[in-house]
């Protein structure tokens, strides 16, 4: 009995993640009621209460889950023992596929490029960071151009891949996603290399 309840608690808990990063994409921080949140996850607000004391715990948790699927995610990728473009075609595909199913969080997590939010400014510095880490071991074998700043480089692709797929979530009409794919693909290996496809 108390398995099937934490159970029940748990499945509430990820509805409310879930419509919070919703409601959150749609109307921002300040502009979403509780009351929205619980009626999207389809819950009474006390329930919400019993899970978030407030709007702000149930967005910090909101940014978490994303950062930590994202992380996550591509962190797995580079594990792979896999030639350096099928790394970067990986990538993009699971960064498309994230896109695709969590378009809401993955809007939210990645907006106005981290900005004033300091959760938003802590998703954005660690995607940086694990592309900094692969340009600086990219740098040793020679596939990075001396002379970059590493850091200024990372932060203008994510940025474009975020800008990119933001226009193509409006719209999946625009691009096939196998070339959507590829442009992301080309761009992050061949935007900081120099080199044609």
Known sequence: ????????????????????????????????????IAKEAGVAMGTLYTHFPDKEALFDEVMRAGKALIID???????????????DLLVMEGVVAFAETYGSLFRLMLARGGGEDPIQREVIDAVTELRV???EEGRVVGWVRPGQNLKAVARCEVGAVFHLLDWWLDDPARMDREELIGTLSNFRRFGLEGREP
Do not use: C, P, W
């Open 133 to 135: 880490k692969e340009f």
């Open 73 to 87: 995610g591509i962190k797995a990728t580079y594990e792979l023992d896999v030639e350096h473009a099928t790394r």
């Open 1 to 36: 009995m108390s398995n099937q309840r934490d159970q029940q608690k748990q499945e509430t808990r990820a509805r409310l993640i879930e419509a919070g990063a919703k409601v959150f994409a749609e109307r921002g921080l300040e502009g979403t009621r509780i009351g929205d």
